[in-house]
């Protein structure tokens, strides 16, 4: 077990802040923290996913100099599909700003219970 | 490669299309042109259905250059292009059935945008039906869920913004599992497409390696979807979610975004992991007491509901505990039950939600019961539809609810003993709880006592888009109550096409 | 290919006449010209289903749901007696209805409901098979539902919503048993004898669930037949429905449940697999318990109409204590009085409606006298309370006969002496709460004022449904032998 994890820091790593961030994402009541528990959670999958197509001593996949030989450079899939993951989590990322900001203004409160409280009050009147 | 075959990508990339020439153009313009193109899909994606029906085979549709392992695919099978005609079916009469509250409702130059984000989930939704590359689907579920909130909080009231992040929040949290559960996929397989990632399961089941984060693999994947698909306890968002959005998007929300996760579920299960190994990982039986939990959980809410969509909505979450009590089943049978009620449910709720919302405008907009009391008088097509699908829900023969009961029980019964019981009994209570709440609601608006005065008169008549979209939901429900013995045959064919 | 045709029409014929008169409601100006209407439609189909009882019998498949369930329609004797019980109680409950509906509002609803119960029923009646049994009987229960909350007060809503759910739910108890069948290959049509006492099918159910289901199915259907413990919904529902309403929910709505429970106990399983068992001993000892409850809870209740209601409750399981005791005298005990209770009951109900009518008096203790005033009506309400207490030459008493018949030659242990034991109990019961009914009318007492009472009889179109019932309690029971000599024929077959 332990060797295996010496092996594997990054991947390691990778599952600790998942689980730092899925734990924040679910239980805290902030929005902003929320949003920055989502973005360690959907940063750690990327580490983890980057992690697994390095190969040590070998280039980007960006083709340099020429050099068509895949021997050359590193597995260019996880690279794209972290690439896509970025695209993916920025919007997601935006979109929960962009609801942040309108519920502010609406009910000037970040803290979601609040939020909640100060609705159903609103609506009892 | 016969034409047909470009159809499921065309209908995706039509879609497509359609949200970005819809940008410029007014409310109108891009009603028009939505309506066309989901029209246009429904078309095709029936014709592919006819095509895969006549050549008896599913097929591989390979996008861009690269080659199988490497590249990205599609696949369509014969339910594939079923669950993909019924749903732009059900998603054109939503936006009929619902056309004039969606302009009056939404900001008048926020319309188009409702049509781009309508276009984006249609769009999402066959893709996450047609793809055969676990990634792609992790990039689409991410799409439908920023479409469904946006569908959600386009109304801009206070209780759909929080209804759209509690909703956005379940979901981040359901796609996170998820990505994560496709990442380790990636790591132990090296694949992505699902056959090639499903032979490299059979060799390491065979071997014995990797036992342990196949485990964690299939659970991951399993919550993630099942919290996106809103199975109890990850309902919270439904109710407000479904009750708060104008009627157009709770029909299509209520009835097709969730089926969606549930097919890609099922999908995955046949064809990425292999359907022995899932039964073996008894991840099927927490599904299955979870569904039946949610059966009787989701009715008693809709039971203490006080509004009529909110009894809907939590509707919805007894039914996809059925959904998930038909896969837990962990049978061929309980499978092609599971499948069947997810057309039932597509083809009721969104006949419920339009129906419901006929009901709240005879009587003030207000969606509370006293006010409702006797609207199907003061809106007779809305009381017909609303009667018809609480009956199909209830489970009365001829109607669609009832086949997916007789499946289900059927189902249950020749299956594993130890679930037969269980089964029966849940599904028998639940049933029961459902006539409750279904049926005094028709009794509530079928009997005028008590009506508040200032309706007495009202007379509401529907649009022909609203007419128009009841009539054709109302002959679906008895299409697939009437002729359940092909589509179930169509199913079961289907589903022995994954495997 | 002709019965086809008369098939469709005698079911067709009333929904759809009752459907037009739902969407013209309140629009029909010429009330004369409407009930004229009205009455042709009923008696047309009258004759439509005494032309289907007189054909042979016959098997109709309309539709085919899946492989396996059909919408399967099939005429036998058994469907042949409810048939005719069914369009014999509504004509003469829809020709007292033109006259009581005088001062109900909403007429156009009753009577289209009415209409469309009736061709309901008679689907019901010949349904084939399990599925469209359970269909029939879910639709009867919906369109019947209107009936009960007619007056649509607050009282009959909560009395509606009683019945609706008592009546689904049980339904569904049942529906469960029968997908426990189907599941395990009882599929086919309505068989006398049932599959598996025959052992024609390949069943594969266990014998101890197919037991269970079967409690489950008789407790079900028994719902409808205000079967203990499902009996609540039935004192609550009659006494707020109009009166003619009343009395064919409680002559023949009630015993669907009967007809339901004997499809699927001597059509689909076969008597000799239940005979013995535990599920026939608490078959008999829910009816037994019915039985007695119900003319208790009658004897003390003050309210006219829930008496008669309680008195139903009692009396239907009187037909379950027959069906339950698994013989064949039993089985024409049961039968036959189910054809007694319904001519007697209907016409009690009616004499109720006239009274309430006539008077607008609801309660028993203030009909004391009323012999003077309505003299033909309490004449029929006595003639027929004679006839549900069994004494002969009234019709009661031939049915209670056979079943006491029955109950003696069951072998079924302490049921053969309990049972005639409680019928007689509960047949003193009666008397007591009815005949003291007609005692009262006729014979006020000494401290009586007549000075104030006038003779009013109802006129005749409330009169002439009730004589006739009357007259029919008599000659059934006088000339009793082509009715039960056709239910031993159904009997023989079955058991």
């Known amino acids: 077990m332990g060797p295996n994890l010496a092996l594997n820091v990054e991947e390691v790593a990778a599952v600790i802040l998942f689980g730092i961030g899925f734990t924040t994402l679910l239980l805290h009541r902030n929005m902003i923290k929320k949003i920055i528990g989502l973005n360690i959670m959907d940063t750690s999958v990327y580490l983890f996913l980057a992690a697994m197509g390095y190969i040590e001593g070998r280039a980007a996949p960006i083709v340099e100099n020429g050099v068509t030989d895949a021997e050359y450079y590193i597995n260019p899939i996880p690279s794209g599909l972290v690439l896509t993951g970025i695209v993916v989590s920025v919007s997601v990322t935006a979109l929960m700003l962009a609801l942040t900001v309108r519920m502010y203004r609406r009910y000037h409160s970040l803290d979601l219970d609040e939020i909640l409280i100060r609705m159903q009050r609103e609506e009892l009147k | 490669m016969n034409f047909v075959q470009n159809f499921p990508c065309f209908s995706i990339v039509l879609c497509m299309v359609a949200g970005i020439i819809s940008t410029p153009l007014k409310g109108k313009g891009a009603k028009r042109v939505t309506l066309f193109i989901v029209s246009l899909v429904a078309l095709l994606s029936f014709v592919t259905l006819l095509y895969i029906l006549f050549t008896g085979t599913g097929f591989t549709y390979t996008m861009g250059r690269f080659p199988a392992p490497w590249g990205n695919e599609l696949r369509a099978g014969l339910l594939e292009s079923l669950l993909a005609t019924v749903f732009s079916l059900v998603v054109l009469c939503s936006l009929l059935g619902g056309m004039d509250l969606i302009f009056t409702d939404i900001a008048e130059d926020k319309v188009n945008l409702y049509f781009i984000l309508v276009d984006l989930l249609l769009s999402s939704l066959l893709a996450i039906l047609y793809t055969n590359d676990l990634f792609t689907a992790y990039v689409f579920v991410e799409i439908n869920t920023i479409s469904t909130c946006g569908l959600i909080m386009i109304r801009e009231s206070g209780r759909s913004l929080i209804a759209a992040t509690r909703y956005m929040i379940m979901s981040l949290i359901g796609s996170g599992l998820f990505l994560i559960s496709i990442a380790m996929l990636y790591g132990v397989t090296g694949n992505l497409l699902m056959e090639y990632i499903h032979v490299e399961i059979l060799e390491l089941a065979a071997s014995g390696q990797y036992q342990v984060p196949l485990l964690v693999i299939i659970s991951f994947c399993t919550v993630g979807l099942a ?175 009832f086949i997916s009961k007789l499946l289900f029980a059927t189902a249950a019964i020749d299956g594993s003993q130890r679930k037969m019981l269980p089964t029966l009994i849940v599904l028998e209570v639940s049933t029961i709880l459902n006539t409750i709440y279904f049926l005094h609601t028709v009794v509530r608006i079928y009997t005028p006592v008590g009506a508040p005065e200032e309706y007495k008169d009202v007379r509401i008549h529907p649009t022909p888009g609203r007419i128009g979209a009841l009539v054709a939901l109302i002959l679906m429900n008895f299409g697939l109550g009437l002729f359940s013995q092909p589509i179930t045959d169509l199913i079961r064919a289907g589903i022995e096409m994954f495997a | 290919m002709m019965i086809t045709w008369m098939f469709g029409a005698a079911i067709l014929l009333p929904v759809l006449s009752g459907l037009f008169l739902l969407l013209r409601r309140g629009k029909i100006q010429n009330r004369r010209l409407k009930c004229v209407g009205i009455f042709l439609v009923m ?80 689907a019901l009646d010949q349904a084939g098979n399990l599925v469209t049994l359970y269909l029939c ?42 997908f426990y069948l189907f599941a395990n290959g009882l599929t086919g049509s309505f068989t006398p004898g049932g599959y598996l006492s025959a052992g024609t099918v390949s069943y594969t159910g266990t014998t101890g669930m197919t037991l269970f289901v079967l409690l489950l199915i008789i407790v079900g259907f028994g719902t409808k037949a205000g079967m203990f413990p499902m009996h ?75 008496r008669l209601a309680y008195s139903s409750v009692s009396q239907v399981s009187y037909i379950m204590f027959g069906l339950a005791t698994l013989t064949v005298d039993g089985f024409v005990g049961g039968l036959a009085h189910f054809i007694f209770h319904s001519v007697i009951k209907d016409c009690l109900f009616l004499c109720a409606g006239a009274i309430i009518y006539n008077t607008h008096r609801t309660r028993v203790d203030e009909l004391r006298g009323i012999g003077k005033e309505m003299p033909v009506t309490m004449w029929c309400f006595t003639i027929v309370s004679l006839g549900l207490v069994g004494i002969p030459p009234f019709s009661g008493f031939v049915s209670k006969w056979y079943l006491a018949v029955g109950s003696l030659g069951s072998g079924t242990g302490v049921f053969t002496w309990l049972g005639p034991v409680v019928l007689l109990l509960s047949a003193l019961l009666t008397a007591g709460y009815l005949l003291i009914l007609s005692i009262q009318a006729f014979f006020p007492g000494a401290d009586f004022d007549y000075a104030d009472v006038k003779k009013h009889e109802v006129n005749a179109l409330m009169t002439v449904p009730m004589i006739l019932y009357a007259a029919a309690t008599l000659l059934l029971g006088m000339f009793p032998g082509t009715l039960i000599g056709f239910i031993q024929n159904i009997a023989s077959a079955v058991l």
């Not at chain 3, 109680?89 to 109900?104: I, N, P, R, S």
């Open chain 2, 227 to 401: 919290i996106k698909s809103g199975l109890y306890p990850f309902h919270s968002w439904m109710p407000d979610a479904y009750g708060y959005a104008t009627i157009s998007s709770s029909a299509i929300l209520s009835s097709l975004v969730s089926k969606s996760y549930i097919f890609l579920l099922i999908k995955i299960f046949y064809c990425v992991i292999g359907f022995d190994l899932i039964v073996q990982s008894k991840i099927v039986n927490v599904l299955f007491v979870f569904g039946l939990v949610g059966m009787i959980m989701g009715s008693v809410s809709a039971i203490m509901a006080k509004e009529i969509y909110r009894m809907i909505a939590y509707s919805s979450v007894a039914q996809i505990g059925y959904i998930y009590m038909g896969i837990g089943l962990a049978t061929e049978a309980g499978m092609v039950a599971a499948v069947f009620h997810i057309l039932t449910h597509a083809v009721t709720k969104s006949l419920l939600f339009l129906s419901a919302k006929g009901l709240n405008e005879a009587s003030g907009r207000k969606r509370v019961y006293p006010a409702l009391q006797g609207a199907a008088f003061r809106n007779p097509l809305a009381g017909a539809a609303f009667l018809i699908g609480s009956l199909s829900m209830v489970g009365i023969p001829t109607l669609a609810g």
């Open chain 3, 232 to 306: 609540g919904w039935l004192p609550t529902a009659h006494p707020v429905a109009p009166a003619p309403a009343s009395a064919v929910l409680s002559g023949v709505i009630t015993k669907a449940g009967v007809l339901a429970v004997v499809r699927v106990v001597f059509y689909m399983v076969g008597a000799d697999f239940l005979r013995g068992t535990w599920v026939q001993y608490t078959w008999l000892t829910l009816a037994l318990i019915t039985v007695f409850m119900g003319s208790m809870m009658a004897y003390k209740e003050q309210l006219l109409k829930k």
């Open chain 3, 137 to 178: 009987f879910e639709m009867m229960t919906l369109t019947s539902l209107p009936l009960v909350l007619h007056n649509m007060s607050h009282e009959a809503v909560m009395a509606g919503l009683k019945y609706l759910f008592y009546s689904i739910g049980g339904a569904f108890t049942a529906l469960f048993g029968i």
């Open chain 3, 43 to 122: 008696a047309l189909t009258a004759l439509l289903a005494v032309g289907l009882i007189c054909s042979p019998d016959y098997e109709l498949t309309v539709w085919r749901l899946t492989d396996t369930i059909s919408l399967t329609f099939r005429l036998d004797g058994l469907a042949r007696l409810f048939m005719g019980m069914t369009v014999a109680a509504w004509t003469l409950g829809g020709v007292f209805a033109f006259e009581y509906m005088k001062h109900e509002e909403n007429e156009d609803r009753y009577f289209g409901f009415y209409l469309i119960v009736l061709g309901v029923l008679l």
